[in-house]
Nanobody, 128 residues
Framework: QVQLVESGGGLVQAGGSLRLSCVAS????????MGWFRQAPGKEREFVAA???????????YYADSVKGRFTISRDNAKNTVYLQMNSLKPEDTAVYSC??????????????????WGQGTQVTVSS
């Protein structure tokens, strides 16, 4: 069982930055693929970024086209934490952001069904 707790959301002006954190319980955090998703009001939950484990100390990051070049996903396995650094924020980035954990399975890291555990989410609001 893995529990995920996000923090770092808030209200920011367009062009500003926020860093989201997601702390995971459990001893095998380093073996999990981690993802960030977001859901805006009236919209489907969508993929934002993922950092996947490829064995040993190899991790790879992937991004939705809408955030590529502005957002950076990273992880600190010693702290059981995954981060999402969000720069150059836009009003359309407003959403509830949730982190998720998946045992590596070969399934697409961009699909919600791939993930086994979810956090409760943190609100990000970007004003124009």
């Amino acid at each position: 069982q893995v529990q995920l707790v996000e923090s770092g959301g808030g209200l920011v002006q367009a062009g500003g930055s926020l860093r989201l954190s997601c702390v995971a319980s459990g001893r095998t955090f380093s073996n999990y693929d981690m993802g960030w998703f977001r859901q805006a009001p009236g919209k489907e939950r969508e993929f934002v970024a993922a950092i996947t484990w490829s064995g040993g100390s190899a991790y790879y990051a992937y991004y939705a086209d809408s955030v590529k070049g502005r957002f950076t996903i990273s992880r600190d396995n010693a702290k059981n934490t995954v981060y999402l650094q969000m720069n150059s924020l836009k009003p359309e980035d407003t959403a509830v952001y949730s982190c998720a954990a998946a045992r590596p399975s070969g399934s697409s890291w961009a699909l919600t069904g791939t993930y086994d555990y979810w956090g409760q989410g943190t609100q990000v609001t970007v004003s124009s």
